[in-house]
């Protein structure tokens, strides 16, 4: 599948919300609860025609470009939107793409 390989390294399912990612989420602003609702939209309806992407997999300034045609795919609204990019922030803050060691608060 043309999607798989396009996907190369990055195949690893999206990250349950932990502390680290709920600790980042919360220096930009966003709630709990809504990087939960924005990670059940990542694995839930965002994984109906491909597997599930991780946040990582492509920069945000791609994800701004994607998002808007996927959730028309995913029939997902503004708000929905709003909990994805939450989520998807919060997770590249708290996992940055480097390798560098991650601290354990
Ligand atoms: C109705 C089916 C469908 C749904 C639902 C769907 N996708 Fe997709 N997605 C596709 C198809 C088909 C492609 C490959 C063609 C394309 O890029 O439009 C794709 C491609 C992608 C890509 C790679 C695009 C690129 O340019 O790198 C990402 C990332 C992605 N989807 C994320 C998501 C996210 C996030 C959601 C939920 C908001 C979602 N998809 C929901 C069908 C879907």
């Excluded at 390989?5 to 966003?30: H, N, R, W, Y």
């Excluded at 503004?78 to 793409?97: G, H, K, S, T, W």
Aim: some cysteine; hydrophobic content about 40%; aromatic content about 6%.
């Amino acid at each position: 599948m043309a999607l798989l390989i396009a996907s190369g390294c990055a195949t690893q399912p999206p990250p349950p919300v932990d502390s680290a990612i709920i600790f980042a989420g919360e220096l930009s602003g966003a709630a709990p609860d809504q990087l939960q609702r924005g990670y059940s939209f990542m694995v839930i309806e965002c994984a109906d025609c491909h597997r599930a992407v991780h946040p990582n997999a492509r920069a945000m300034s791609k994800w701004d470009e994607i998002l808007p045609r996927m959730l028309r795919k995913a029939t997902l609204d503004e708000l929905a939107e709003r909990d994805i990019r939450a989520y998807i922030r919060a997770v590249q803050n708290a996992q940055p793409n480097d390798s560098a060691p991650r601290s354990t608060y």
